[in-house]
T-cell receptor
């Protein structure tokens, strides 16, 4: 089956530093990758849609300068949380949609990255 | 804008008993509907999905869901739960592939399922 990995699984950083999270589709190519944020005991909120080779599309209320997304290849998207603050602490989850399919036909989720900002 | 409501935050069911998790959606057109399960330390796993056709959808692990347009509902059911079913369950709605590209999903807040021995 299609597998999506995320690295790191957990990260702790100091306030003001930047953190990069990687999302990889291991056995398929993904035209589109999505980044979600999940607060404790709450739902997943879509942050942005990342299309290979183009700029990401951010949801309303998500700061694009704070959450930098790069989708440089068909198997890798990265999310960089810049100048992180404690309120950025959260669980970040990516998903990938295989090449040639609509997003809601098949979307595979990564295991998530737990970010803690001290 | 689309939205998903899961009215039950927690549900406790005895092992072997039947289960129904509720999901209501709001969407202007025919929705693409999903149920996912999230276990600690693991990614979201797709249980089943509905796009069109038969309104009763069969999924993995013995789960099924029924799309009822008149009630804007997509409730998840299982006739007999196992202790391993304890997890967080999310209902989600998608708009499908739009002209501008693929669309992300809108999730409900989830229902935490507890299984009593």
């Amino acid at each position: 089956g299609a597998v999506v990995s995320q690295h790191p699984s957990r990260v702790i950083c100091k306030s003001g530093t930047s953190v990069k999270i990687e999302c990889r589709s291991l056995d398929f190519q993904a035209t589109t990758m999505f980044w979600y944020r999940q607060f404790p005991k709450q739902s997943l909120m879509l942050m942005a849609t990342s299309n290979e080779g183009s700029k990401a599309t951010y949801e309303q209320g998500v700061e694009k300068d704070k959450f930098l997304i790069n989708h440089a290849s068909l198997t890798l998207s990265t999310l960089t949380v810049t100048s992180a603050h404690p309120e950025d602490s959260s669980f970040y989850i990516c998903s990938a949609s295989p090449l040639g399919t609509g997003s809601t036909d098949t979307q595979y989720f990564g295991p998530g990255t737990r970010l803690t900002v001290l | 804008a689309q939205s998903v409501t899961q009215p039950d935050i927690h549900i406790t069911v005895s092992e072997g008993a039947s289960l129904e998790l509720r999901c209501n959606y709001s969407y202007g057109a025919t929705p693409y509907l999903f149920w996912y399960v999230q276990s600690p330390g693991q990614g979201l796993q797709l249980l089943l999905k509905y796009f069109s056709g038969d309104t009763l959808v069969q999924g993995i692990k013995g789960f099924e869901a029924e799309f009822k347009r008149s009630q804007s509902s997509f409730n998840l059911r299982k006739p007999s739960v196992h202790w391993s079913d304890a997890a967080e369950y999310f209902c989600a709605v998608g708009a499908g592939y739009s002209g501008g590209g693929a669309d992300g999903l809108t999730f409900g807040k989830g229902t935490h399922l507890i299984i009593q021995p």
